[in-house]
């Protein structure tokens, strides 16, 4: 079982109305001003003041000011807490201007928080009666931690694990808990994506990644279908074969459906569990990060299984190709030629393009069902990173839905970006002795070539939007805000709020 399956992914998250000795710091936001005299102020201003009333505030923006606290976005400043609150001390973490915060600065700022907050068990934030849903979001993603491979030499001692458990304070009148669970539900998914991506590829291979999806759903009462590789050659998915058969660990096909009500939503994730490049093959310098070549994979399984758990009225299916990129004898060569699912020919110049292969099978399966809505998710090019950075998701796809998907995108913090489909790109694809080509005969626009592959192979009708998260689903370098070294979980957060907006229209 994966370790999503059989250990708590982040902090228990509670709501409380009171600050007591149970706490061992209270968290509370500050602001800060144009005025450099005026130092930070605590926000909300007009909240709690029965647990924080004027005489402790005025204690804690004097000790505040007296160390140097200037309430600038993400500053975190430690002081002791006046007797009369009761924990052992008070952590400032600041939102920057006042007029600026919106909820993803305090998702922002939770997750920093939360981050200092290692071996620290429990705690108490005023930053709920800001934003209950970002502020539970942000220190629940923030205190993720992946431990699975430490041994006892390196593990953390249990004085030193992450932050434990959240109270958050919310008066009577704004508590909602539907939005508090909602938040936490989401959280556990964008966790259990990362725990996906994190897992070393020595442990997740397609069979192992196609069972403990399943373990996942079936625990979730969903329907689950699993394809090995005699089903995938018998049922003629040649790219995910072609893909696959240069390793000893054979591909899968896992489709996990969710019958939530009329409209039909299909999700398709890239799930190349090592990459490569097969023959075609990487430089070995920064090789180990194709670990996290299922990113796409891993962020739809996990968005199935939280649209499940919130009950939304939309009926979901994740259908996901599984395989693992390597050189050997048996692998496809650049020259093959390969017939994908639905009878379209490729020429495989590149076998490091071996993802839109894959996701080209996966799509016209998933076409089959008739969905209303396709989207597909995919740790997919180099290009992307060139194009937009390695924070920014670049969102291709049927114009109108594009848009809408990087809208909504952008409004959660994960930052899709609308990219386009130039029509001169088109013809760079094809190929003389096949229908098409992977990949252009140039760089130039390999994102979008990418995406314009893809579009070959996408239903006609169906409103699609294919989101190339090659940088963002993995972070390489330092931790900022909630996201940790290595798998993020993007672009879970998106892809719920999206299914949640088609739920709504």
């Given at each position: 079982?994966?370790?999503?399956?059989?250990r708590s992914?982040?902090?228990?998250?509670?709501?409380?109305?009171t600050?007591?000795?149970?706490?061992?710091?209270?968290?509370?936001?500050?602001?800060?001003s144009?005025?450099?005299?005026?130092g930070?102020?605590?926000?909300?201003?007009?909240?709690?003041?029965?647990?924080?009333?004027?005489?402790?505030r005025t204690r804690?923006?004097?000790?505040?000011?007296?160390?140097?606290?200037k309430?600038?976005?993400?500053?975190?400043?430690?002081?002791?807490?006046p007797?009369?609150?009761g924990v052992?001390?008070?952590?400032?973490?600041?939102?920057?201007?006042?007029?600026?915060?919106?909820?993803?600065?305090?998702?922002?700022?939770?997750g920093?928080?939360?981050?200092?907050?290692?071996?620290?068990?429990?705690?108490?934030?005023t930053?709920?009666g800001?934003?209950?849903?970002?502020?539970?979001?942000?220190f629940?993603?923030?205190?993720?931690?992946?431990?699975?491979?430490?041994?006892?030499?390196?593990?953390?001692?249990p004085?030193?694990?992450?932050?434990?458990?959240?109270?958050?304070?919310?008066?009577?009148?704004?508590f909602?808990?539907?939005?508090?669970t909602?938040?936490r539900?989401v959280?556990?998914?964008?966790?259990?994506a990362?725990?996906?991506?994190?897992?070393?590829p020595s442990?997740l291979?397609?069979?192992?990644?196609?069972?403990?999806?399943?373990?996942?759903?079936?625990?979730?009462g969903?329907?689950?279908?699993?394809l090995?590789?005699?089903?995938?050659?018998a049922?003629?998915?040649?790219g995910?074969?072609?893909?696959?058969?240069?390793?000893?660990?054979p591909?899968?096909?896992?489709?996990?459906?969710?019958?939530?009500?009329?409209?039909?939503?299909?999700?398709?994730?890239?799930g190349?569990?090592?990459?490569?490049?097969?023959i075609?093959?990487?430089p070995?310098a920064?090789?180990?990060?194709?670990?996290?070549?299922?990113?796409?994979?891993?962020?739809?399984?996990?968005?199935?299984?939280?649209?499940?758990?919130?009950?939304?009225?939309?009926?979901?299916?994740a259908?996901?190709?599984?395989?693992e990129?390597?050189?050997?004898a048996?692998?496809?060569r650049?020259?093959?030629?390969?017939?994908?699912?639905?009878?379209?020919t490729?020429?495989?110049?590149?076998?490091?393009?071996?993802?839109?292969l894959?996701?080209?099978?996966?799509?016209?399966?998933?076409?089959e069902?008739?969905?209303?809505?396709?989207?597909?998710?995919?740790?997919?090019?180099g290009a992307?990173?060139?194009a937009?950075?390695?924070?920014?998701?670049g969102?291709?796809g049927?114009e109108?839905?594009?848009?809408?998907?990087?809208?909504?995108?952008?409004s959660?913090?994960?930052n899709?970006?609308?990219?386009?489909?130039?029509a001169?790109?088109?013809?760079?694809?094809n190929?003389?002795?096949?229908?098409?080509a992977n990949?252009?005969?140039?760089?130039?626009?390999?994102m979008?070539?990418?995406?314009?592959?893809?579009?070959?192979f996408?239903?006609?009708?169906?409103q699609?939007?294919?989101?190339d998260?090659?940088?963002p689903?993995?972070?390489?370098?330092?931790?900022?805000?909630?996201?940790p070294?290595?798998?993020?979980?993007?672009?879970?957060?998106?892809?719920?709020?999206?299914?949640?907006?088609?739920?709504?229209?």
């Amino acid at each position: 079982m994966t370790a999503a399956a059989d250990r708590s992914l982040g902090p228990e998250l509670t709501r409380t109305k009171t600050i007591d000795a149970e706490f061992d710091v209270l968290v509370i936001a500050t602001t800060s001003s144009n005025d450099s005299e005026t130092g930070p102020a605590i926000v909300p201003e007009d909240l709690f003041t029965d647990v924080l009333d004027a005489e402790v505030r005025t204690r804690l923006l004097e000790q505040l000011r007296a160390v140097g606290a200037k309430g600038k976005a993400e500053e975190l400043v430690r002081i002791a807490a006046p007797a009369a609150l009761g924990v052992r001390s008070v952590l400032a973490v600041g939102l920057g201007a006042a007029d600026a915060v919106d909820a993803e600065q305090i998702r922002r700022s939770a997750g920093v928080a939360a981050r200092s907050l290692v071996g620290t068990d429990s705690v108490v934030t005023t930053l709920s009666g800001l934003d209950l849903g970002a502020a539970a979001e942000g220190f629940y993603l923030g205190a993720y931690s992946f431990t699975a491979f430490k041994s006892s030499k390196s593990a953390p001692k249990p004085d030193e694990g992450p932050l434990a458990k959240v109270a958050l304070l919310v008066p009577d009148s704004d508590f909602d808990e539907a939005e508090l669970t909602r938040a936490r539900l989401v959280a556990e998914a964008v966790a259990t994506a990362r725990d996906f991506v994190n897992t070393p590829p020595s442990h997740l291979f397609p069979a192992e990644f196609a069972d403990r999806a399943q373990v996942l759903a079936e625990g979730a009462g969903l329907t689950v279908e699993v394809l090995d590789e005699k089903a995938l050659e018998a049922g003629g998915y040649g790219g995910i074969i072609g893909v696959g058969k240069g390793s000893s660990r054979p591909p899968r096909l896992i489709r996990i459906s969710y019958d939530g009500g009329p409209k039909k939503v299909a999700l398709v994730g890239k799930g190349v569990t090592f990459d490569t490049g097969g023959i075609s093959i990487k430089p070995a310098a920064n090789m180990e990060n194709m670990t996290s070549d299922m990113g796409g994979a891993a962020a739809v399984i996990a968005t199935t299984l939280v649209a499940a758990r919130l009950g939304l009225p939309v009926s979901v299916t994740a259908t996901v190709p599984m395989a693992e990129n390597m050189p050997s004898a048996t692998a496809q060569r650049p020259g093959d030629v390969l017939t994908q699912y639905g009878g379209t020919t490729v020429e495989v110049l590149n076998t490091d393009a071996e993802g839109r292969l894959i996701l080209a099978d996966a799509i016209v399966r998933a076409g089959e069902d008739e969905p209303d809505y396709l989207i597909d998710v995919a740790t997919l090019t180099g290009a992307q990173m060139v194009a937009l950075g390695t924070r920014t998701p670049g969102v291709l796809g049927t114009e109108d839905f594009r848009d809408r998907v990087a809208r909504i995108s952008r409004s959660v913090g994960e930052n899709g970006w609308a990219m386009p489909f130039p029509a001169e790109l088109r013809a760079d694809l094809n190929s003389k002795i096949a229908d098409l080509a992977n990949v252009a005969p140039h760089r130039y626009g390999g994102m979008l070539s990418a995406g314009l592959f893809l579009k070959e192979f996408v239903p006609e009708g169906v409103q699609w939007a294919h989101l190339d998260v090659a940088g963002p689903a993995y972070n390489t370098g330092g931790p900022f805000g909630y996201i940790p070294k290595g798998g993020t979980g993007v672009p879970v957060r998106t892809l719920i709020s999206v299914i949640e907006d088609i739920a709504a229209q």
